[in-house]
């Protein structure tokens, strides 16, 4: 069964603080590794999809890596409106190989 | 909006009420799916339909749920004697995908029920 494991589970940053953010996964053959950002009370928001180790994708503050075990998401110098909660889910061969697995996200809050 | 739409947005029911919920996918996307996400937890997976035809089930989707895609447009998923447990946000999303491509899900806004 496909397992994702995200760490923090919260990080409070000041305005321009960078920090990274963890996702660890196990999947039975990997068809895709996915970020979602979501805001409280609202659906995740697609952020980045990595198929490959050593894989790299950049948008604005945030740049997603990945290694056959993990992935990252570093923000750099982040602000207020960085403020969300950011899932990773594994796309596996396990079943019709369609659905995602989420991780239970890490609460991200940027102060000024 | 060309979004994933869903409704109604707030769902409350008392206990043993069944309920519906409407998902609108993007237009030109042939697979739907529906999770399931409670406070402090990624969503959950629990169905998904490529066209009108349901293809997955979880094992989280007891015989008291049950979700339909007619004509491979919208879809509802139901809830029959509705359970305090049942209280959740429910998710739906949409992906375009033809044999082993790129799939990248695209999820509406959800539905939050609540259970009294």
């Known amino acids: 069964e496909d397992q994702v494991t995200q760490s923090p589970e919260a990080l409070r940053l000041q305005e321009g603080e960078s920090s990274s953010l963890n996702c660890s996964y196990t999947?039975?053959?990997?068809?895709?590794l996915f970020w979602y950002r979501q805001d409280p009370g609202k659906g995740p928001e697609f952020l980045f999809t990595?198929?490959?180790a050593g894989e790299e994708k950049e948008k604005e503050r945030l740049k997603a890596t990945l290694t056959k075990k993990e992935s990252f998401l570093h923000i750099t110098a982040p602000k207020p409106e960085d403020s969300a909660t950011y899932l990773c889910?594994?796309?596996?061969?396990?079943?019709?190989?369609?659905?995602?697995?989420f991780g239970t996200g890490t609460r991200l809050q940027v102060t000024l | 909006d060309t979004g994933v739409s869903q409704n109604p947005r707030h769902k409350i029911t008392k206990r043993g009420q069944n309920v519906t919920f409407r998902c609108d996918p993007i237009?030109?996307?042939?697979?739907l799916y529906w999770y399931r996400q409670t406070l402090g937890q990624g969503p959950e997976f629990l169905t998904y339909?490529?066209?009108?035809?349901?293809?997955?089930k979880s094992r989280l989707l007891s015989d008291r749920f049950s979700a339909e895609r007619p004509k491979g447009s919208f879809s509802t998923l139901e809830i029959q004697r509705t359970e305090q447990g049942d209280s959740a946000m429910y998710l739906c999303?949409?992906?375009?995908?033809?044999?082993?491509?790129?799939?990248?899900?695209?999820f509406g806004a959800g539905t939050r029920l609540s259970v009294l």
């Open positions: 339909f490529q066209n009108e035809a349901q293809l997955e």
């Open positions: 990595l198929y490959s």
């Open positions: 999947v039975s053959g990997l068809r895709g």
């Open positions: 237009s030109e996307h042939n697979r």
């Open positions: 889910a594994v796309r596996g061969y396990t079943g019709t190989a369609s659905k995602l697995t």
């Open positions: 999303a949409s992906s375009y995908e033809i044999g082993d491509g790129e799939n990248i899900q695209y």
